[in-house]
């Protein structure tokens, strides 16, 4: 019994001489740590086995890797849901965390312009630009998406977002894969 009260005490002392904002702060990561535990994001990578037919291509999903950058020496995080061929969009939704501001952090939808024929040359291996717009959730104004999607077979291959933002631009480089 003596050995708890003297951890007991080692502890106390450990916490009061970090300080409010220290307690708060550890408080905080432990809470967020638990959470990403208990919570994953279930936007794994799924495998692809085989190609699909031509008249298939418009209809497969895009799966985006998370990704990161920095903007204003704060680390944002995209996640990215599976993006849909809609019309002449690829649409989804999108996360964007930001570490150490979280009140920063924002969730919406992405809509990326991808016309029927430029879909289907990109699934033959060519290189495609791309607009968009990113529509915040929470009623802010839209942001001005531009990228590049390079194919390195025809389900797969490298994917660059950028986006402007009042804190400046975001550049994000990730890969993509493609399934039904």
Do not use: C, W
């Amino acid at each position: 019994m003596e050995h708890f009260k003297e951890d007991y005490i080692a502890y106390n002392k450990a916490m009061d001489g970090m300080g409010r904002r220290g307690r708060a702060r550890l408080s905080l990561s432990m809470a967020l740590g638990f959470l990403l535990v208990l919570f994953p994001s279930g936007l794994e990578a799924h495998e692809v086995t085989s190609v699909p037919k031509m008249g298939a291509t418009v209809e497969r999903r895009m799966f985006v890797d998370p990704s990161s950058t920095t903007v204003s020496h704060n680390k944002v995080r995209l996640i990215v849901a599976p993006l849909t061929h809609q019309g002449k969009f690829y649409v989804g939704s999108y996360q964007l965390k930001v570490f150490p501001y979280f009140f920063k952090s924002e969730t919406g939808t992405l809509k990326l312009e991808a016309p029927d024929e430029s879909v289907r040359k990109f699934a033959e291996g060519t290189e495609m630009k791309f607009t968009g717009k990113a529509t915040n959730n929470k009623g802010a104004k839209d942001k001005v998406i531009t990228g590049k999607a390079t194919p390195s077979d025809k389900d797969k291959g490298r994917l660059i977002f950028s986006l402007e933002t009042d804190n400046g631009r975001m550049t994000f480089k990730t890969s993509y894969h493609l399934a039904k």
